[in-house]
Nanobody, 124 residues
Framework: QLQASGGGLVQPGGSLRLSCVASGFPLSYYRVAWFRQAPGKEREGVSCSGSSGGSIVYADSVKGRFTISRSFDENTVYLQMNSLKPEDTAVYYC???????????????????WGRGTLVTVSS
């Protein structure tokens, strides 16, 4: 089971850190990705971390602003989001499957296991 958390309301230019915690299996074995879905839009890939913490992928829209990282001890993957923009507003999901490397671009249908989303709202 995956659980995403850390969303909230933040002003433009602000920061949030999302967490994706796994229970029942070790995230360290698998790639983990973050996706987001804004109202009326398709789900899009944001970032991905390969099983070893490498093979990192970022969508062009978040490069230089978002950072994905892992805590192997805590079985958690983080998404640090800085310089947030109103267009970052969406429900954010974490997902994984039984592969190790991240593809670019990220495609939702490749991922088997999804956590419940967490809402990020960027607004003044």
């Amino acid at each position: 089971q995956l659980q995403a958390s850390g969303g909230g309301l933040v002003q433009p230019g602000g920061s949030l850190r999302l967490s994706c915690v796994a229970s029942g299996f070790p995230l360290s074995y698998y790639r983990v990705a973050w996706f987001r879905q804004a109202p009326g839009k398709e789900r899009e890939g944001v970032s991905c971390s390969g099983s070893s913490g490498g093979s990192i992928v970022y969508a062009d829209s978040v490069k230089g602003r978002f950072t994905i990282s892992r805590s192997f001890d805590e079985n958690t993957v983080y998404l640090q989001m800085n310089s947030l923009k109103p267009e970052d507003t969406a429900v954010y999901y974490c997902a994984t499957d039984k592969t190790t490397m991240c593809d670019d671009p990220l495609t939702p249908h490749e991922f088997d296991f999804w956590g419940r989303g967490t809402l990020v709202t960027v607004s003044s």
